[in-house]
């Protein structure tokens, strides 16, 4: 199998369209986690805010989207559309935002997950530990609640 190409860039408001495109493709509807693109167009607008976006040979592959403010950082969305997931798509992005975290000065980084979401290997990979749960969080387009999980990564002081 021939080695395919990782590429990160910055994006910005004008990249909606491919965010869009890689939560659709990402989120399955059934948990109500995908955004819509004015909340994620409001988001951008909001100092601290990065999104990165993932190519692979040139094909939008996932996006990150974290905000950093006052010393620490959420990561709000991590998405990788599923021909890329186990393909090191979403450990690049992972590896980008907390170096971009650590460039900013950030200490610790936080996030959230439903419970039984797959990305939760990566984040443990990367060293996050639970520290928290959010009982019926989501809610699914069925109706049903699902729980919420939040991680925190120490990154010490830079």
């Known amino acids: 199998m021939a080695t395919r190409l990782i590429t ?3 994006g ?15 989120f399955d ?7 819509t693109r004015s909340q994620c167009l409001g988001v951008l607008a909001m100092p601290g805010v990065r999104l990165l ?6 094909e939008p592959a996932g996006f990150s989207l974290t905000r950093a403010i006052a010393g620490e950082a959420e990561l709000l969305l991590l998405a990788v559309a599923p021909p890329f997931r186990r ?5 690049a992005l992972m590896d980008a935002v907390v170096a971009d975290c650590r460039m900013q000065d950030v200490t610790i980084l936080h996030l959230e997950v439903r419970a039984d979401n797959d990305a939760l290997y990566l984040y443990r990979a990367t060293g996050f530990a639970k520290v928290g749960e959010r009982r019926g969080y989501y809610r699914g387009r069925d109706g049903r609640q699902y729980d919420a999980h939040t991680y925190s990564l120490a990154l010490g002081s830079t």
């Not at 509807?29 to 955004?35: I, N």
């Not at 976006?53 to 040139?58: F, H, R």
């Not at 393909?87 to 450990?91: A, S």
């Open 87 to 91: 393909t090191g798509v979403g450990r």
């Open 8 to 10: 990160l860039r910055q």
């Open 29 to 35: 509807p059934r948990f109500g986690e995908a955004w």
């Open 12 to 26: 910005d408001a004008r990249d909606a369209g491919i965010v869009d495109a890689l939560m659709a493709a990402a």
């Open 53 to 58: 976006l993932a190519t692979v040979d040139d």
